[in-house]
T-cell receptor, first 114, second 114 residues
Framework: SQQGEEDPQALSIQEGENATMNCSYK?????LQWYRQNSGRGLVHLIL?????REKHSGRLRVTLDTSKKSSSLLITASRAADTASYFC??????????????FGQGTTLQVKP | DAEITQSPRHKITETGRQVTLACHQT?????MFWYRQDLGHGLRLIHY???????NKGEVSDGYSVSRSNTEDLPLTLESAASSQTSVYFC?????????????FGPGTRLTVL
C-alpha cells in the first residue's frame, strides 16, 4: 500500500507564481524526501527533512513537516518553466525495524507556463 | 563521477520471451532497487538487494527475478514476458541502511511486450 499520497495530482501555474504540493503518510517516519522527475528521466533527489525537523530550505524550495498530522508540503517559489516536472514524496520508516526502503507516493505533476 | 546506468534504454520484445534489463552503479552502494512506473500507480518496488548474494521481493515481484553477484550490478530478468509487464523500469541505489536512504536513480528502460 502507498505510504505517501500527494495532493494535488496535477497543478498548472504561470511562471513566477509559487507552487505548493502536499504529501500525507500513514505510519511513523525517520525522514521524508522529495524527488523530481523530468519527463522521460529518472527521479532526482531534491531535499530531505528529518522527523525532528519542522522546516527546511534549499534555494527556492521550502519543505515543511507536521508529524502530528503526518503531512508534508513542498513549496517552490518564483517558479520557472524549467520546474515543469513530476514531484514525488518518499518516506523512510521509523523505528528499529528500518529496512532501508523508501515508500514513494504517486506524485504531483507540475506544469509551469511561460 | 559516480553514476548509475541502465541498458537498454528501450526494448521491444514478444510475449513469452526472456528479457534481462541491466543496472550498473559506480557509487559502491550496498543497496540496489528495481521499480516499475505505470500511469496511475506511481513507483512500485519489484525486487531489492542489500548486498552481494542478497535479494528480496518487493510488492510486485511475480514474473521477475534478480541476482546480485557483485556490488555494482543488479540485473532484472523477466522469465517469460507478458503484456502486463509493458512499463518503464527504474533501477536505484543507496548507501547501507542506517543512513538517510536517499536513492539515486538510473535513466530508466522503456519495455514494450507485444
Amino acid at each position: 500500500s502507498q505510504q505517501g499520497e500527494e495532493d494535488p495530482q496535477a497543478l498548472s501555474i504561470q511562471e513566477g507564481e509559487n507552487a505548493t504540493m502536499n504529501c500525507s503518510y500513514k505510519t511513523s517516519i525517520n525522514n521524508l524526501q522529495w524527488y523530481r522527475q523530468n519527463s522521460g528521466r529518472g527521479l532526482v533527489h531534491l531535499i530531505l527533512i528529518r522527523s525532528n525537523e519542522r522546516e527546511k530550505h534549499s534555494g527556492r524550495l521550502r519543505v515543511t513537516l507536521d508529524t502530528s498530522k503526518k503531512s508534508s508540503s513542498l513549496l517552490i517559489t518564483a517558479s520557472r518553466a524549467a520546474d515543469t516536472a513530476s514531484y514525488f514524496c518518499a518516506t523512510k520508516g521509523g523505528g528499529s525495524g528500518n529496512t532501508g526502503k523508501l515508500i514513494f507516493g504517486q506524485g504531483t505533476t507540475l506544469q509551469v507556463k511561460p | 563521477d559516480a553514476e548509475i546506468t541502465q541498458s537498454p534504454r528501450h526494448k521491444i520484445t514478444e510475449t513469452g520471451r526472456q528479457v534481462t534489463l541491466a543496472c550498473h552503479q559506480t557509487w559502491n552502494h550496498n543497496n540496489m532497487f528495481w521499480y516499475r512506473q505505470d500511469l496511475g500507480h506511481g513507483l512500485r518496488l519489484i525486487h531489492y538487494s542489500y548486498g552481494v548474494h542478497d535479494t528480496n521481493k518487493g510488492e510486485v515481484s511475480d514474473g521477475y527475478s534478480v541476482s546480485r553477484s557483485n556490488t555494482e550490478d543488479l540485473p532484472l530478468t523477466l522469465e517469460s514476458a507478458a503484456s502486463s509487464q509493458t512499463s518503464v523500469y527504474f533501477c536505484a541505489s543507496s548507501e547501507s541502511p542506517g543512513g538517510t536512504d536517499t536513492q539515486y536513480f538510473g535513466p530508466g528502460t522503456r519495455l514494450t511486450v507485444l
